[in-house]
């Protein structure tokens, strides 16, 4: 399971690929919290489609607004100990394929951040 981190003094947010001991430590940073169901999950909980080599990640069963003041961010994909993302602007289709490999398909999850609705997965 991957974890992202979010600063609360700049808006960044950060994907971490080392845990280190306890939370994280400067007041600034914040791990967010993964949503996984709820009222909003029909527009923000990632569906994931498998096709051979490839996962690719919509966000929600209902499609998700890109507008400029809410959109999903990114999508991300871990499986074992890869990560996989692609950033989305507004406009844009939030959906994205990455290539990780039949074997690994059912071990992934996948996630989707949104601006307004915070992160989701799909378990
Ligand atoms: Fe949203």
Redesign the pocket.
Known sequence: MANFIKCEKCGSILGMFVKGEGEVCSPDLTKIPVITEGE?AP??KPVVEIDGDNITVKVGEAA??MDDD???QFVAVSVDNELYAKCFEPGDVAEATFTIGADKADAAVAYAF?????LWSSE
Not at 114 to 118: A, E, Q, R, S, T
């Open positions: 909003k527009k923000h998700h607004p809410h959109y999903i949104c601006n307004l609705h915070g």
